[in-house]
Each structure stands twice: as C-alpha cells, then as structure tokens.
C-alpha cells in the first residue's frame, strides 16, 4: 500500500483548479513563518525560491506541496489534508483576493503510515 502525506478535499481541488487556470504554474508552501504561516500557501512557482531547507512532502491536484523544514519538525507525525474556507487570511497565498483562504486540517499518522514513512 502507497500513503501520502498530504491530500486536499474535493472543495479546496475545485478552487485550486480555478486559480491554476488564473495563474498557471504554482506550488503549496508551509513555511511556520509570519503571516499566517502555519496555513498553506499557493505562490506563482517562479516567484518563489525553494532551498534545501524546504521539503517535499507530495503533489495534491497537480500541484507540488512543500514544507520548510522546521515546520515539518512539528508535523512529521501528522497526516495533512489542505481544506478551503471562505474569509481572508492575512498572507500573500493567491485564493485571498477571491475571499477565501487554505486551511490545513490534520491528523496522527496511524502506525502503518509511520513505518512506511520510517519513522
């Protein structure tokens, strides 16, 4: 069996969908930093400089999903699933404009998923 570290639920696929259309290629960054940064961010890819320090935790709805590495500190024993909700976080992330915002919804990992993932 194959387990992922992050999904997205159907609403939040619909409104990425949109705003891929809107501004083509992007990438999801979870940073822990200002700004709501413990929420996830949709950043146009070439305006965003990843580095060593970034981790590639899976792709979700096509898009490339990565968290900086001492946020992963504290979620490495967690499942992520990127949900939407309506209102505006105080961040640069592309859905604000359009009223809403992403959200991170997790979960334990269950044991299975901690030894798949070697932990």
């Known amino acids: 069996m194959t387990y992922t570290r992050v999904d997205i ?3 939040a696929e619909k409104v990425l ?3 891929k259309a809107k501004h083509g290629n992007v990438i999801f ?19 965003f400089y990843l580095d060593e320090s970034d981790i590639f935790m899976g792709e ?7 968290m900086n590495e001492a946020q992963f500190e504290y979620w490495k024993h967690t499942h992520l699933t ?9 961040s ?5 404009p359009e009223g809403f915002r992403f959200i991170i ?10 030894h798949y993932f070697n932990m």
Do not use: A, N
Not at 29 to 39: A, E, N, V
Not at 60 to 66: A, L, Q
């Open 9 to 11: 639920t159907e609403e």
């Open 82 to 90: 990127v949900d939407i909700t309506e209102g505006r976080g105080s």
């Open 29 to 47: 960054h979870q940073s822990g930093g200002c700004c709501d940064g413990s929420s996830p961010m949709l950043l146009p890819k070439e305006d």
């Open 92 to 96: 640069f992330s592309l859905e604000i």
């Open 105 to 114: 919804k997790s979960r334990l990992l269950s044991k299975d998923e901690e």
């Open 60 to 66: 979700i709805g096509g898009v490339k999903f990565y």
């Open 17 to 19: 969908k949109e705003l």
